[in-house]
């Protein structure tokens, strides 16, 4: 029984010059069968020396998304072996005898192997400004009869025109490669799971979470569901400085690398503590939270690396998704606002809020105020209502902008911001906007 997207790509054929059907159909049902590609570059999920009995079903395709090779001149794809890589599945389950009355029992995982988000950005980055490196001791070597010395499956590894000699594009894509060992490493989890019966150690669950800004500190509170867990052992509170967390990355020229990036805040052994004030925080700056649960280890069975170590809950099973910033108390005097930065230079967005680079903030507010911005000759560029602390800030999410009413970002000049109170006081800041 075999399920397949378009079985017959020219990928699965080993020489497509030949075009030899009996050739072609051997390779579509060799990769149908054994999950084979590349001429046996990419190794096994398992050792075939020692299988497991029950395993019916083998591994199938596995691919990666790189650039797309092309040579120069070559139209037709049959001129040239092996010239693209696309996403195709194949897989295939026995063979077997039912009789009636019998069953099968067939288990599907699908398998992703990935870079950490943090290399992802970086090397992302590099290939946007066109000044990418590969990993170490890879090399773009030109000389006759070299290559390239790389991760890469053929036809990149020794054909430097699949890449119209861009050294850019090809030390990314030495990158993206480097994936495919947590791609095995899932895989091989996946199957060991399955053929343990799925008795596989895990974590204690994660404890709810609260976190409130309060003046000179944020208060991180959490749960004792994690508790239940016999061989729990403690807390772990993490913390990430900026708006670039899992699954937001700035798109900005100058990027800041080390905001972003989750930290541990504190170790908490036991069970006595559920609270924690983080006073280590600047104002005006976005903040996100994550506490795990861990256990003593002592417990724990067997793992797929036969270690026993301690587990840890997940980290998204409990991140906060929102901003946190720190308050301070409503001010008592408008003469005591201030205007942060000022000027807004544009060419340092990145210096003030990390992650949010159109942005100002309003310090020392009373608790309840309008504010009015407008140009220097008098034309409203948005409305402000205020209430609360004493920050208030015009642009403070990705979808947030520092704009005007109408959605445009504000241009060069000098502007003059009105704060008045419900009671008729009111007072005038200046600042500059430089772009």
Known sequence: MTGTENSDLQWTRLNPSSMDPATDWMNVWRVMTEGWEW?????????????????????????????WAAVPGVDNIHDLNWVTYGAAYHWAAGPYTLKPGESIRIVWADGYGVLNS??????G???????????????????EGVGLVDNMPMPYKYNLSLYKNNYNDWAKDCWVFTGIDSFIQNMNAAQWAVNNNYNVPVPPPPPSIEVASNPDKIVISWGRESESAADFAGYRLYRSEGLRYEGYIPTTDTPTREHGEWKLVKDFPGSSVHSYDDTEVT?????????TAYDDGVSNGPDVKNSGAVLESGKYLNMTTRATYLTREAGSNLEDIVIVPNPYNYAARELQFPGEPDKIMFYELPIKCTIRIFTESGDLVTTIEHSGSGDRS???????????QTGQLPVSGLYIANFTTPDGKSINRKFIIIR
């Open 394 to 404: 015009w642009g403070e999410l990705p979808i947030e902008h520092m704009t005007t």
């Open 39 to 67: 001429r046996g570059n990419v190794p096994r999920l398992t050792d075939e020396t020692n299988p497991f009995p029950e395993r019916t079903i083998r591994p199938g395709n596995r691919s990666t998304r790189m650039e």
């Open 283 to 291: 104002r005006g700056t976005a903040y996100f939270y994550y506490v």
């Open 118 to 123: 943090l290399k992802i950005w970086e090397v």
């Open 125 to 143: 980055t590099d290939w946007e400004d066109g000044v990418c490196e590969p990993p170490e001791g890879m090399a773009f070597d030109e000389a």
